[in-house]
């Protein structure tokens, strides 16, 4: 089964692993198109999704990720996750850690290019890789160890926008 991705729409890789914001959901090829469709059907107590985590080598494996409002959140938290296996028809809801939730990173990466927020989005990941905050990014994926690398660098972030914390003098 061919696992790639209809135009040059990639979404996020992470291992074997694609994620997609439902905004992109239309361009993935036809054999994740038509998973996610039968997934579906059987996400009736599960509709607040807003991200797709594809399987590259098993579209008949993905999950739909419920993060805090992706627009609006500068790196939203991961609330709850739907694990579907298509092949069993089986669905496993999961609620993740309220303390320390994971985080997620470079959502332009995510969405449609069409996305009327891409380029905010794109223009923060940019200003964060210039501050040197993406470095040990494997690290960093929970809202705690996310923070304190923030805090480290002295970065601030307002509205989509980083900049370097003033030092006292």
Known sequence: MNAEINTNFKGKRV????????????????????????????LRDFSTWNVIKLNIKN????????????????????FRSCQVDLKLKK?????HSKNNPPVLHRKELLVH???????????????LEDLGAFKNIVK?????????ELTKLNIVINDH??????QAT
């Open 15 to 42: 291992g074997g692993f694609m994620y997609i914001h439902k905004s992109g959901q239309k361009l993935v090829s036809s054999n994740y198109s038509d998973a996610i469709e039968k997934s579906l059907l059987l």
């Open 59 to 78: 579209p008949e494996k993905l999950s739909f990720l419920e993060y805090e409002s992706f627009e609006h959140a500068e790196f939203p938290i991961l």
């Open 140 to 148: 960093l994926g929970t809202k705690h160890r996310w923070e304190d």
């Open 113 to 127: 290019p069409n996305h009327p927020d891409r380029a905010k989005f794109l223009s923060l990941t940019a200003q």
């Open 161 to 166: 926008v980083a900049t370097p914390k003033r």
């Open 91 to 95: 669905i496993q809801i999961r609620q």
